[in-house]
């Protein structure tokens, strides 16, 4: 179990070390290419969720992240001990929506950067922790399927 809350704090440090990296070293809108028409560095500030969805929410974000936050602490305790997909999913959820919360906490936005262009469209600009979100949330996907096959509850 320890092992899931130290991965989750290594998520924390490398969101929030890349994160002071962007602040600190690029204006606001400022872009690095890495590989023209791919990948970019570009420093923006993000109010709202993905795509920029409930803008200025900051008290929404701050309930729902907390109660996140203690959902996946309580299915960790529960569940994580015995199935490892799943536990590894969930401490990257955790690490990522703690990453996030965090500059919500700090700067009331969230630093995001990774800007990438992907068969001529240009995907919504994102960081470490929402990464670490996006691949948990694919993983424990793929537990609960695992789960339920084992169990006899899917169809064939």
Request: hydrophobic share 55%; charged share 20%; glycine share 8%.
């Amino acid at each position: 179990m320890q092992l899931y809350y130290l991965i989750a704090l290594i998520i924390i440090g490398i969101d929030q070390l890349t994160k002071w990296i962007i602040v600190k070293e690029m204006e606001l809108g400022e872009q690095i290419t890495i590989i023209e028409d791919f990948f970019y560095l570009t420093s923006h500030r993000n109010t709202g969720a993905a795509w920029g969805i409930l803008e200025g929410k900051m008290f929404f974000f701050y309930i729902i992240t907390v109660a996140v936050v203690a959902g996946i602490i309580y299915y960790m305790q529960r569940y994580a001990k015995k199935d490892r997909l799943l536990g590894f999913g969930l401490c990257l959820i955790l690490g990522g929506a703690i990453g996030n919360f965090i500059d919500r906490l700090l700067r009331k936005e969230v630093v995001d950067f990774a800007d990438f262009i992907i068969f001529n469209y240009d995907f919504p600009i994102f960081n470490v922790a929402d990464s670490a979100l996006t691949i948990g949330v694919i993983l424990v996907i793929i537990a609960t399927i695992i789960d339920e096959k084992r169990k006899g509850n899917v169809k064939k």
